[in-house]
């Protein structure tokens, strides 16, 4: 119990310091949450799962689409050859009903559109500057109703809480990939992705989400 009230104690001090100076902050999991969300603060939830070929990428890229929905974007960012398009392969494919094979990155049409049960974008960022992606209008797929899978995602800041982000690495091992999701509590994610990651842990225990804390 000391343990315990001394690090609400804590919790409380540290996220008054972050609303007065206006920053973001990092917190180890045992600050109790229930003394961040007194605070005003929403949960900026972390998961990494492993895949070890382009085909186990593209199932987690499946599993991913088949809770995407109206509204939602998927930033993928990673080095070159990483697996982006392996993983967006796998998300339009199951959101939009298509082929794999019809699933190719967008690098010189910048996006492609596929009609499912509602529209789904897939867009390539590689061919363009950081400050020419205004001038293709990321914002007006979903404003009409739509989903966006973006690859390169970097070169843009962000499309607001909602979006899912998606960090892929390369490893030691030739073909494992290290794929790191976020999203924060408050967004549509948060009750969604708890089934994909139940069952993709089924087949790999080895994996597990964390929780940090993020400014609201």
Known sequence: MQKRRFI???????TKLASEFNTVLVLC?????????????SMLNSWEAVTVSEAETILLGQA????????DAVLLRGDLGSGKTRLAKGIVSIAARVAIDDVVSPTYTLINRFEGEFPVYHADLYRIESNQVDEIGLEEPLGSGGALIVEWA????????????VFI??????DLRKVVFEWTDKSAWATRLPSVIDEWERRNPSVGATNFVMEQ
């Open 8 to 14: 609400s104690t804590f919790s409380d001090c540290v």
């Open 169 to 174: 690495y390369y490893t030691e091992e030739e």
């Open 29 to 41: 999991n045992y600050v109790p949450f229930e003394s961040i969300s007194r605070c005003g603060f």
């Open 64 to 71: 991913i689409g088949k809770i995407l929905r109206p509204g």
């Open 154 to 165: 970097e070169k843009i800041l962000d499309l607001g809480g909602e979006s899912l982000r």
